[in-house]
């Protein structure tokens, strides 16, 4: 089982390295791939943290699992107008309706929808996004600030530390509740967060592409 997560300048961290921690834990049967245009330049993430991808888009036939993660707006808005860099947008097309599964978390999912990979769906995003995501008028924003959202074989996640939830849910999909329930067990993911919830999703999208 491959899954591939296309990566670009200006990336989220977390959304990232959370579904590569909890999908690398399943088992050796499960391949995580970092994918980019370039396995020889670096990837600087939204806070500065490099690495380099382990896969070219070019070399990319299939995927099992596509997940997206998302990144700084001011990066994500000329990829998903189609102006640079290109190859992103190009291989989510490609990729996207013969995956097993499509996944986004955080603003990945409006490179999902740009790319018009939630046509007909229900998805979700960060909150701060979710005006933004409506502008897709072939989306269906579902109510609330869920943590993820699955329609049929789509999933789509929150912001940023949501990867951990969906992952682990993905994983409980194709695997069972007992190999999800050891992930969670192994990566001690019980969290106890210090405030509850008190989002509120601003009244317009708060960038243009």
């Known amino acids: 089982m491959i899954v591939g997560i296309p990566v670009y300048q200006q990336v989220d961290l977390l959304d990232v390295t959370a579904p590569h921690e909890v999908f690398k834990w399943v088992g050796p049967d499960v391949e995580v791939r970092l994918l980019a245009g370039s396995t020889e330049e670096p990837i600087v993430t939204r806070d500065g943290f490099r690495f380099l991808a382990t896969h070219r888009f070019a070399d990319t036939k299939k995927l099992d699992i596509l997940w997206v ?26 990729i996207g309706p013969h995956a097993g599964w499509v996944c986004s978390v955080c603003e990945g999912a409006l490179l999902l929808a740009a790319a018009g990979l939630l046509d007909g769906y229900h998805a979700t995003t960060h909150w701060a996004f979710i005006p933004c995501l409506k502008e897709f ?54 969290p106890k967060p210090p405030f509850r919830s008190d989002l509120k999703a601003p009244a317009n999208c708060m960038f243009s592409w």
Do not use: C, W
């Open 137 to 190: 008028d072939k989306v269906s924003v579902v109510k609330g600030f869920p943590r993820f959202h699955q329609d049929r074989n789509r999933l789509t996640g929150g912001g940023i530390s949501s990867g951990l939830d969906e992952s682990l849910h993905l994983v409980r999909l194709l695997k069972g509740d007992d190999a999800a329930r050891e992930v969670q067990r192994t990566i001690q993911y019980y």
């Open 69 to 94: 993660p998302g990144g700084d707006p001011k990066a994500l808005a000329p990829i998903m107008s189609g102006k640079e860099p290109r190859d992103v947008l190009d291989f989510l097309r490609r």
